[in-house]
């Protein structure tokens, strides 16, 4: 019922910069916390970044400094920008939206299918 859409993942050297989008479709009524995840080869994956629908922010200690979580909700989408990229920074970057279909805010987490991000030294 609820798809989401990832795009703008790449190769990319190090110290340069990326912006990942990520649009919710479907049935929407409601939509609380989005952020950004990833998981780097032979490692588990690891919350990056979260925004809440009145858009406080947290993010990993990584990644602090270097990445900006974005939202607009009169579109459904989240934004990741990635400056001042690392190598260690590569990994499958996933979006997550909790998400509700009901009247009644019954919110769950909704994916989407992974977008690859590749830092080059």
């Known amino acids: 019922q609820v798809q989401l859409v990832e795009s703008g993942g790449g190769l990319v050297q190090a110290g340069g910069s990326l912006r990942l989008s990520c649009a919710a479709s479907g049935r929407i009524l409601g939509i609380n916390d989005m952020g950004w995840y990833r998981q780097a080869p032979g490692k588990q994956r690891e919350l990056v970044a979260v925004?809440?629908?009145?858009?406080?922010?947290n993010y990993v200690d990584s990644v602090k400094g270097r990445f900006t979580i974005s939202r607009d909700n009169a579109k459904n989408t989240v934004y990741l920008q990635m400056n001042s990229l690392k190598p260690e920074d590569t990994a499958v970057y996933y979006c997550?939206?909790?998400?509700?279909?009901?009247?009644?805010?019954?919110?769950?987490?909704?994916w989407g299918q992974g977008t690859l991000v590749t830092v080059s030294s």
């Open positions: 925004i809440t629908s009145s858009g406080s922010t």
């Open positions: 997550n939206a909790k998400v509700s279909s009901t009247p009644w805010y019954d919110f769950r987490d909704a």
